[in-house]
């Protein structure tokens, strides 16, 4: 009776804390299957869809681990912006064949980094409590939504149509207020 209950915590948190990362990435697709025309556009379109559909799912970090109301607040904030952002995405791909949202490219050595860098992270995060968590946790989305905000950025930057532009150009501007919510969130809980 007790293994049908921690059986699928334990499951639900490994699988919260490899969501938290927000660096493992699938392997590389082969550059041919790539548009000639966007590829950096396509593989920074690829990146954030990764990213934003992991971090979508942080909030459910709270089914494992108590957090302070105000961080809680926070990171369900995050899930919900993440969410909208990985829809808008998709949006986009299902309305342009050329776009697509699996052409991840990476070098072995990065892909190998970030496979270590999200390993560690998860065995952090569950073997934390406290405020040794919560400065953790803080941390692991000011990462993560740096590197959303610029990705988004750079998307738009490389997006040749001028909605998708403006949209992508909203995305990185509300990550950003998000990034910066954390950080002095961080900046509070560290004092």
């Known amino acids: 009776m007790i293994a049908k209950i921690i059986l699928p915590l334990l499951a ?6 490899c ?9 590389a697709l082969p550059r041919s299957r790539s548009s000639a025309t966007g590829p950096t556009r396509n593989n920074c379109y690829s990146l954030l869809h990764q ?3 992991e971090q979508k799912n942080v909030s459910m970090l709270r089914f494992i681990k108590r957090e302070h109301p105000e961080v809680k607040a926070l990171i ?7 969410a909208a952002g990985a829809k808008l995405l998709e949006e986009f791909a299902r309305h342009d064949p050329s776009l697509r949202l699996d052409d991840i490219r990476l070098p072995a050595g990065e892909a190998a980094t970030r496979q ?3 390993s560690t992270k998860k065995r952090e995060l569950l073997g934390q409590t406290g405020d040794e968590f919560v400065l953790t946790l803080l941390l692991t989305q000011t990462e993560a939504l740096s590197y959303a905000w610029h990705l988004a950025k750079i998307a738009g930057e490389s997006e040749p149509q001028p909605d ?3 949209a992508l150009a909203g995305l990185s501007q509300d990550i950003q207020s998000l990034y910066h919510e954390v950080f002095v ?3 509070s809980k560290s004092k």
């Open 12 to 17: 639900t948190a490994l699988s919260v804390a």
């Open 19 to 27: 969501l938290l990362t927000g660096c493992q990435s699938p392997k």
């Open 51 to 53: 990213l934003l559909d």
């Open 76 to 82: 369900n904030k995050i899930a919900e912006n993440c």
């Open 116 to 118: 270590a860098i999200a």
């Open 164 to 166: 998708r532009a403006r």
């Open 185 to 187: 969130m961080l900046l």
